[in-house]
């Protein structure tokens, strides 16, 4: 696999601006080209249904339901899951890596069951992981590994640990069972040349995850970045912990890898804040975590040497920013240092014409047995409802690529 600090040399990048491709996420045919019609169709209906909150919410609410009472629901699901899912396994998964790499978009797999708890499904979950980097090693498809913390450790431990509460002994032996799962993922992530990135969870986790994520980066991050933190940048600490991040590496001689994300919790953390009488870890409004969200890219444009990003958004202007002030810097598209990720199924006008005009382009591509990924599918529809516009976004490019199909 190409790393995506390999190439190309930053020593080559020019001061002056780049004469670069021209960006149009309009673009439906480059979006959609890897999608039949008959797959197009399919989603004009889902994401119609998606666009309906009252129908999520109810639609939501079954399926819980069935899963309790044990229902059979693949027949039901299934397009759902085909469109936001690589396949229940990772060998079902290399198609869909496959079909991305035809168009130079990258895969990233990710392992989607959450919520599992005991050491049997925790190490289970470690083994997943583990075969993932594996399949990515020196294969062009894939451009990082990822994890989240929660599915290597029982939450009830991570959150006592973010709290620096004292563990019984039974605690610190199945601590330091987490450490070493997290630490045996980054190992042969670094061993095997394939970046990792770590994602970000509820504020009440995260002090722990940070601890490990800072740990990994500081063993592996010396010459090359391989290990990547998370930073949710709706979260109002969040711009000044990347800035501290990145002086304490500076000082110690290490990379910071950091995925911004705006963050995918905020309901829950803003009702759990209220629910404990603290303030808020979020943003007032949106404008606020835009802004911090594009300071973030601009504080990493400025110091690429110690601070290598990843772009994790479905946001068209943040993307655009990024990319636009990339050329304005006199950096090629492709630099290693900086990486654009969206989700399989969202936001393709993005993807797919940033790795047309040559920008590193990768797509979580999420798998699993169908039945455990329902969590994170109901996930993806609640967001699509719940995020302002990104519904109609997907469903007017589907209707613009389908009504240029039926012309041409
Ligand atoms: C590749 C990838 C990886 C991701 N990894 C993670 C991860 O590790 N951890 C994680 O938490 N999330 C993760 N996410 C999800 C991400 O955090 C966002 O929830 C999602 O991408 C929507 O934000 P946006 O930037 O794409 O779009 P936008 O539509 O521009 O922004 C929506 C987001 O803005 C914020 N927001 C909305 N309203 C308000 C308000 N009133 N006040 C303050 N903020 C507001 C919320 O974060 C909301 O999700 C990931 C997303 C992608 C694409």
């Not at 070493?180 to 994602?199: E, F, K, N, W, Y």
């Not at 009488?277 to 300071?295: E, G, L, V």
């Not at 797509?363 to 699993?368: A, M």
């Amino acid at each position: 696999m190409t790393s995506p600090n390999s190439t190309p040399n930053p020593a080559v990048a020019s001061a002056e601006p780049v004469a670069g491709p021209t960006l149009a996420f309009n673009d439906t045919r480059t979006a959609f080209a890897h999608r039949s019609t008959r797959d197009l169709r399919r989603a004009l209906w889902m994401f119609s249904l998606i666009g309906a909150p009252s129908l999520v919410t109810a639609g939501a609410r079954a399926i819980r339901l069935a899963m309790a009472m044990r229902l059979p629901l693949d027949g039901a699901l299934r397009p759902v899951f085909d469109y936001f899912c690589g396949g229940e396994d990772i060998t079902e998964s290399l198609h869909t890596a496959g079909q991305l790499s035809r168009y130079g978009v990258k895969t990233i797999l990710d392992y989607s069951a959450e919520g599992q708890t005991g050491d049997g499904a925790l190490d289970a979950a470690h083994a997943q992981i583990m075969s993932a980097i594996n399949s990515a090693k020196g294969d062009s498809r894939f451009a990082f590994a990822v994890f989240k913390v929660s599915a290597l450790s029982d939450n009830d431990l991570l959150e006592k640990v973010s709290h620096n509460a004292s563990l019984t002994s039974e605690e610190q032996h199945n601590w330091q069972r987490v450490e070493g799962r997290v630490a045996s993922l980054c190992q042969t992530a670094a061993d095997h040349g394939v970046p990792i990135m770590i994602d970000a969870e509820e504020t009440w986790l995260q002090g722990a995850i940070d601890a490990l994520a800072e740990s990994m980066m500081r063993r592996h991050n010396r010459e090359t970045c391989r290990v990547y933190t998370t930073a949710q940048l709706y979260r109002h600490d969040r711009l000044a912990y990347m800035q501290q991040l990145a002086e304490t590496a500076q000082k110690e001689g290490w990379i910071v890898g950091v995925k911004l994300v705006r963050g995918a919790y905020m309901e829950k953390e803003r009702e759990r804040a209220i629910a404990e009488n603290r303030p808020s870890p979020i943003q007032p409004n949106k404008a606020a975590t835009d802004r911090d969200f594009n300071a973030a890219l601009d504080f990493a444009l400025q110091r690429l040497d110690h601070v290598n990003i990843v772009c994790g958004t479905h946001n068209e202007a943040s993307t655009l920013k990024l990319a636009e002030d990339m050329l304005a810097k006199g950096l090629q598209p492709g630099d290693g240092r900086v990486a654009f990720a969206q989700l399989l199924g969202m936001s393709d006008n993005l993807s797919f014409n940033l790795a047309a005009s040559g920008f590193q382009a990768a797509k979580y591509v999420p798998y699993g047995p169908l039945r455990e990924a329902i969590p994170y599918l109901i996930r993806r529809a609640e967001e699509n409802t719940s995020v302002g516009g990104q519904t109609s976004r997907e469903l007017e490019l589907i209707r613009q690529e389908l009504r240029r199909r039926k012309k041409g």
